[in-house]
């Protein structure tokens, strides 16, 4: 049991309360921001004079050693150490006999652990934009291929309005593109420095905090100790960030399990992202999608756990914090590999083209269509609409689409109707009348993609 504490103590720790309290089975994860946060510290320490040039110059050398051995696997982890800061600050000790004892100097686990927590959330902040970023790549490059891909839009999973491939691939761009939005804002909030903040209540020792705000691409420090270590806002933030982008995955899940379906066949996963069944030789099965959606729990269960552990915590640092760690970890490793499964998916999946147009051919999805037509020509819209009732009606009962009733049968039941109307109410005009902002038809829809191009390009 190595520790950096004992001095007061008369008896050794239990082996049951050293095991329950000790982190390093998890915080081990973030060795590398622990390393150059301490990096960053000594810096400072060096330039403040509160230590000598010299043994400023011996511990960062040494500190990058340690970094360099640890990731050659030359230095090994164990549970030997209490936690992390306990593992690298013995390894400096003796490495550098009392040189290394000064590293702590000015600075509590309390404002260390805040700190490698948010240098590592920055960074996986960081990654999972950037796999975001990948995912909005994707769906644009299925947007531009295919504005005229014609497919039923639904409501309550039931046919509603023809409209295209392009449209609703560009509904998943709007809601990952806001998603980034939000994790950009979250990084303007985050992006200060807690280090420097103590126990509680700063220190008597003349730091410099905001050179390490700098060294480490913070712009600044945090303004109050107490805040700085026991503010978990930014990891609550991201997690719910996170928990969105689950939520939005999660849906498009769903919706490649229907569409990948028997029933609909719209699309076709790719055998390298589907599975077998052991007993059914014919399944192939979207288990991607599946376990996507399947593990939007666990992010939504790692918010809700930091949500409670954090609410009924006293100011300032408490070590109900140490419960921040694992469920984030696992969260985060969750959504990164969730989103850059369901990119390799989505790259790889085959749209069935014919399947959606013959599927937005029936179940009446130019209905609409043809009330305005009747509008058009003078019928008031709440009279066209029942018009268009009776003959949703008569085309159930006879098992057809509208467009397949000749001109006499659609002007027995209204005479407005002319031969135009088969125009009115194809596919394609259905769709392609729709130029409103943010509407299905080609023209409205090639100014949006040329827009999301650009900020594709430029963000
Ligand atoms: N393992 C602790 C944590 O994750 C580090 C901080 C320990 N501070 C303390 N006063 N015991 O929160």
């Known amino acids: 049991m190595a520790q950096l504490w004992g001095g007061r103590f008369t008896k050794q720790t239990d082996k049951l309360v050293y095991n329950f309290n000790a982190s390093i089975s998890f915080d ?3 060795y590398k921001q622990d390393i150059e946060g301490s990096i960053a510290h000594v810096r400072m320490l060096g330039k403040q004079g509160i230590l000598t040039e010299e043994e400023m110059q011996a511990i960062v050398a040494c500190l990058k050693e340690i970094l360099a051995d640890v990731e050659a696997g030359r230095l090994v982890i164990t549970d030997e150490y209490e936690d992390i800061h306990s593992f690298v600050e013995a390894n400096l000790i003796d490495r550098l006999g009392d040189t290394g004892k000064k590293l702590h100097t000015g600075r509590s686990r309390n404002d260390q652990v805040a700190l490698d927590m948010r240098l590592y959330t920055r960074e996986e902040l960081l990654h999972v934009d950037a796999l975001l970023k990948e995912l909005l ?3 644009l490059h299925i947007m531009e291929q295919n504005t005229e891909t014609i497919m039923p839009g639904f409501t309550h999973l039931q046919k509603a309005q023809p409209i295209t491939l392009a449209h609703h691939m560009g509904a998943y761009f709007e809601m990952f593109k806001r998603d980034r939005l939000r994790l950009h804002d979250i990084y303007e909030r985050m992006n200060y420095c807690p280090l420097g903040s103590g126990a509680l209540a700063g220190t008597t020792y003349p730091l410099d905090r905001a050179y390490t705000a700098e060294l480490l691409g913070f712009y600044g420090p945090t303004l109050n100790s107490m805040d700085g270590v026991s503010d978990r806002d930014y990891l609550i933030e991201f997690l719910s960030a996170c928990a969105t982008i689950m939520m939005h995955l999660s849906r498009f899940s769903e919706e490649v399990i229907i569409w990948n379906s028997n029933e609909y066949q719209f699309v076709e996963i790719d055998d390298a992202y589907s599975t077998g069944s052991s007993i059914m030789p014919q399944k192939k099965n979207p288990d991607i999608a599946e376990l996507v959606r399947g593990k939007t729990g666990r992010v939504y269960g790692a918010l809700m756990s930091l949500l409670t552990t954090m609410k009924g915590i006293p100011l300032a640092y408490n070590k109900d914090m140490q419960e921040d760690k694992e469920l984030s970890f696992d969260a ?8 850059a499964l369901f ?8 749209f069935n083209r014919e399947r959606m147009r013959a599927s937005a051919n029936g179940g009446f999805t130019n209905a609409t269509d043809a009330a305005d037509y009747l509008v058009n020509h003078g019928v008031p819209f709440r009279d066209a609409h029942g018009i268009v009732g009776q003959i949703v009606l008569y085309c159930i009962e006879k098992g057809i689409a509208i467009d397949d009733m000749s001109l006499e049968e659609l002007k027995a039941i209204s005479p407005v ?3 135009d109307v088969y125009e009115a109410i194809s596919m394609e005009t259905c769709v392609n009348k729709r130029l409103t902002v943010g ?4 023209e409205a829809m090639e100014q949006v993609i040329a827009a999301e191009k650009k900020y594709l390009e430029e963000e």
């Open 28 to 30: 081990q994860k973030f």
């Open 343 to 350: 990119n390799g998916m989505l790259a790889t999946m085959k």
């Open 417 to 419: 109707f002319e031969d």
């Open 439 to 442: 509407a299905p038809g080609k």
């Open 332 to 339: 985060m490793d969750t959504v990164k590999g969730c989103i």
């Open 137 to 139: 790549g994707t769906i």
